[in-house]
């Protein structure tokens, strides 16, 4: 028998409708992580997938014991099954990687050989172009980190996704922040530790179609502001002043028009412009509140992230 290695990989891998790429990333991600010196368990999380997905990790688990398969009751999307893996994870080395090849998974050994020298608890993987984005949805995304960076409390990187590997102390936290509505760019930038980049070429999906629709892209930018920025918040008190402000100069401006030359009725135009210039700042003020409540009554509830209905693993984080 061979001698029992020592330290432990776990690489996460969230999957929604993942049935024709898996196969393809599974033969993959086995070459590289059986040629590493440590030991290693692929953790594949099907996030309530409506086709094959659950099949092929079963018969992938039936023929390689490194397999541990989570399946959810329904689809909690992608941060959730990230989740899932965190807390189920034995390693002491923790990563996660897309099911659909866009993540290289040969780069695994350069993280891992990053983390060996000590020096760093995380490497992370950045993609340094677009290939096969449109260019509206470029700009967008760069237009967003720079926002982001210039309004939040964590610093986020374009180019970073989820393609990472840390270190156990880094996963313990990034647990500790249970919080609902999880936004894992800034949750990793977050809890901060020293993080080694490593920059990549964009690679297109290997089969199957992105689940991510320009609107969901954009929800998902809003998401991440609100999660991590009051900043909107400020900007609405802001201009609540500033419209205050305004409006009183414009008030003694009228009452010393009215002084010298009389007839104060007047500009029904006017009128009308500043009525519907308020109300809409009002309602755009209210909708940002909005945001903000509705994000505090998620956490408020305190709901499972997740809640997985099969797996082969028997000492299970079920519901968390
Ligand atoms: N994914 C998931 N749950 C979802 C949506 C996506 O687990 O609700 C997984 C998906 O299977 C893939 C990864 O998240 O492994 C990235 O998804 P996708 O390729 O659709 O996003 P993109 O690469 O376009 O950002
Ligand atoms: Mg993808």
């Not at 999307?77 to 659909?100: Q, V």
Request: one cysteine or more.
């Amino acid at each position: 028998m061979m001698a029992k290695k020592e330290k432990k990989i776990s690489i996460i891998v969230p999957c929604f409708n993942e049935e024709e790429a898996l196969p393809f990333f599974y033969e993959k991600i086995t070459e590289v992580l059986s040629s590493l010196k440590e030991d290693y368990e692929l953790i594949l999380v099907n996030d309530g997938s409506t086709d094959g997905t659950l099949k092929v990790m079963k018969e992938l688990s039936a023929k390689d014991q490194h397999i541990v398969y989570l399946s959810f009751s329904r689809n909690f999307g992608k941060e959730s099954a990230m989740y899932s893996g965190l807390c189920n994870a034995e390693g002491d080395y923790i990563g996660f990687i897309d099911a659909d090849l866009q993540h290289p998974p040969v780069l695994i050994k350069q993280m891992l050989e990053a983390l060996k020298t000590g020096e760093y608890d995380c490497a992370a993987c950045r993609r340094v172009d677009r290939k096969g984005d449109s260019k509206i949805r470029t700009w967008f995304a760069r237009k967003f980190y720079k926002l982001i960076n210039l309004i939040s409390d964590a610093q986020m990187v374009d180019g970073a996704g989820d393609f990472r590997l840390m270190k156990r102390d880094m996963a313990e936290a990034i647990i500790a922040m249970s919080e609902y509505n999880r936004f894992s760019k800034g949750i990793f930038s977050w809890v901060g530790f020293n993080t080694y980049w490593i920059e990549y070429e964009n690679v297109e999906r290997v089969a199957g179609t992105t689940s991510w629709s320009f609107w969901g892209l954009a929800k998902y930018a809003i998401d991440g502001i609100v999660n991590f920025s009051n900043a909107p918040l400020d900007l609405a008190s802001f201009f609540g002043l500033l419209t205050t402000f305004f409006a009183f100069i414009y008030l003694i401006f009228i009452i010393i028009k009215y002084a010298l030359f009389g007839d104060p009725v007047q500009g029904w135009a006017t009128l009308i412009c500043v009525i519907l210039l308020m109300g809409g700042m009002q309602l755009f003020a209210l909708g940002i509140i909005g945001q903000y409540i509705g994000k505090t009554y998620m956490e408020v509830k305190n709901r499972p992230h997740y809640i997985v209905s099969e797996s082969n693993k028997k000492e299970l984080k079920k519901i968390k």
